[in-house]
């Protein structure tokens, strides 16, 4: 059977959920027919991947210094507009190379997901 | 219950599926679903950096921002 | 090739239980434990919603027999010599799971933000870490909120604070099998409680979150 409302317990009757990772069935297919012409989108893949881990990374290293009360509010925008750019500049290379945040969200096996 | 409720339902359900089915469960060595050597070899490579990364954020040591 | 499904305390048969691609589960039992398979000449494997309920299936069937291990989605193997050198070589952990699991299953719960307004384009740097800012601390509130007291209904529990866009938090228990329902009550509680957010508790699943994070 392909459907199981049945183990829905308790439903809050909401109109607006996160959608289902739309591109699951690509990535998941990239991952397992792993074909060798792929080679180059490969590697951009696994690039990409760090720069996003690592900008993450100094995303939540710079919400706990604002937590924490030792930036200025000079340096929080600054600080803010360099994410922003960041992300911008991940995008445009994600859409460069045909990548998605799914394709970027590498199995590590025994650690889990990337991110 | 409506046919939309039902179908909400079932993205429900789907969803904590797939983070269970595609992110937990045993992994057994040898496991073939990355069947590429090269992405092995970057698995370690990988593994030392995220391990190097997260400790230190555990730490507190604060990462360079610039 | 052999596709697995989940790693049970010892098994007899697994008569009638029906895998991917409609193939028969057997078992292979070794030192204890009970590795169950399905055979494929060759096997397509996709993040597919049938494919995924399969499996899921297979481990539920074996799940009213026994305590099992269940195995992630795709795993494969070349053939049932491979299995039994998988099943031998961790036989002490896998053992040792078992018992830890017996008699319990795994409970997901999710907390969205029901009040969300749409999302614009910050405009300018403080204002995208304020927002990013805010989702993380909604999320560690839901922690407090959702989570701990829920929590104290598991056996063991796990928590990710917004871990996809959408979602404040992610939530997986480990309660016994006879406790399911008290648990459901207490997520309606909570809600009713909270109507700034949206619960939701699905389940009972096989113990996924709770099989460890070591490879053998």
């Not at chain 3, 305590?67 to 031998?88: I, K």
Request: hydrophobic share 45%.
């Amino acid at each position: 059977m392909s459907a199981r409302p049945d183990k829905v317990l308790v439903d809050p009757l909401a109109a607006e959920w996160p959608a289902p990772r739309p591109e699951l069935g690509d990535a998941l297919s990239r991952r397992i027919n792993a074909d060798p012409e792929g080679v180059e989108q490969g590697l951009a893949q696994l690039v990409l991947t760090i720069v996003e881990l690592l900008r993450q990374l100094m995303e939540r290293q710079a919400l706990h210094r604002i937590e924490g009360g030792s930036l200025d509010d000079e340096e929080i925008e600054r600080l803010g507009r360099t994410f922003m750019a960041l992300s911008d500049r991940m995008e445009q290379l994600k859409e460069a190379f045909g990548l998605s945040d799914e394709d970027l969200n590498l199995d590590l096996g025994p650690l889990g997901n990337l991110m | 219950m409506t046919a939309s409720e039902v179908a909400r339902q079932q993205d429900v359900a789907l969803i904590d599926l797939v983070d269970r089915l595609l992110d937990s469960g045993v992994v057994l060595a040898g496991d073939i679903t990355l069947a590429v050597a090269d992405i092995d070899l970057v698995y370690v490579g990988l593994r030392a950096l995220i391990s190097s990364v997260a400790a230190a954020e555990r730490e507190g040591v604060a990462l360079p921002l610039r | 090739m052999i596709y697995l499904y989940a790693i049970t305390e010892p098994l007899d048969g697994a008569a009638g239980v029906i895998g991917l691609a409609g193939a028969p589960v057997e078992l292979l039992s070794t030192g204890g434990v009970s590795g169950a398979y399905s055979a494929h000449e060759e096997l397509e494997l996709a993040a597919d919603p049938d494919l995924l309920w399969a499996h899921e299936g297979v481990v539920e069937a074996l799940m009213a027999r026994a305590t099992v291990l269940p195995l992630r989605f795709g795993t494969t193997l070349a053939d049932v010599a491979a299995l039994r050198d998988a099943l031998d070589g961790g036989r002490e952990r896998y053992g040792e799971l078992l018992q830890r699991l017996r008699g319990r299953v795994e409970l997901a719960v999710r907390v969205v933000d029901a009040s969300s307004p749409e999302p614009e384009s910050p405009g300018d740097g403080s204002r995208y870490l304020a927002d990013r800012l805010a989702t993380r601390r909604e999320g560690r509130l839901a922690e407090e909120q959702i989570h701990a007291p829920l929590a104290r209904l598991a056996a063991a529990s796990e928590s990710a604070v917004a871990p996809a866009a959408g979602t404040l938090l992610r939530g997986a228990y480990l309660v016994e099998t006879g406790e399911v329902d008290r648990f459901a009550r207490r997520v309606r509680e909570l809600q009713s409680g909270h109507p700034d957010l949206q619960v939701s508790c699905t389940g009972p699943w096989a113990p996924y979150s709770f099989v460890g994070n070591g490879s053998t």
